[in-house]
């Protein structure tokens, strides 16, 4: 597939990487190319453009910047350059405060979350919350001793879930489908969760895993 990334951080560069590694055709966005010369370097078969570039190059895009500026960087790139595309949201709703005791704080609440507010901007997009509540080292195929871990994901439409189930499978994880956008208020907090071993014990490699009736 043609895979549209917005944004250049670890998470951009981690998925730029896989999806690379997987076969399909990636265009990262930036609004600064600089921040990817090293990665270009070693991934010479992806293009380098701007938010809007990559969006209207995705047949599949990817939002991985920073929470605060989440619509900020969708405006940027366009929602018509998105419209009736699937748009995988990595991203995560923290807030600029420091951690307390580990626990990372949000600027949303637990009745809204930061995707239902992406969604509620641009109705013509299909989000599908995915990839936020792991660590960018973890992301494509990851071995862990218990197995395949699970991808919690939601959004609203069904086909933009099915195209994500494909990807998720081929990074190496199950799937839980948590239903619709709404779920985004459950799956968020888990990057709370994920990050504490983390903060409290600089143990940042583990993955969540969803056990259920055989
Ligand atoms: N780090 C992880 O392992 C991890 C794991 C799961 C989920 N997440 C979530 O994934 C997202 C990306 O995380 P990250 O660590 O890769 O990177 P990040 O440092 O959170 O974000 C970097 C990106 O944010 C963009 N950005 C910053 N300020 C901006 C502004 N004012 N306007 C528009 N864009 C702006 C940057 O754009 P330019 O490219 O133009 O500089 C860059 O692409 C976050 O929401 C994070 O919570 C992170």
Sequence with gaps: MKIGIIGSGDVAKALGGGFLRHGHEVTMGTRRP???AEWAKQNP????????DAAKFGELVVLAVKGT???????????ANMAGKPVIDATNPIADAPPANGVLKFFTNLDQS??????AAMPEVHFVKAFNSVG?????????????PTMFICGNDDQAKATVRG???QFGWE??????????????PLCMLWC???????DWFHAFKLLQRG
């Design 167 to 169: 990807i998720c499978d």
């Design 114 to 119: 930061l995707m239902e507010r992406l969604q």
């Design 45 to 52: 078969n992806a293009k380098i453009g701007s938010f809007a």
């Design 196 to 202: 504490i071993p983390g903060f409290i014990r600089n």
């Design 175 to 188: 799937i839980a489908d948590m239903g619709k956008a709404e779920a985004a208020r459950a799956i968020e």
């Design 136 to 148: 960018n080292a973890a992301m494509i195929n990851p071995k862990f001793p218990g197995g395949k």
């Design 34 to 36: 600089a921040n990817l």
């Design 69 to 79: 500026v989440a619509l900020d960087a969708l405006k940027a790139a366009g929602a």
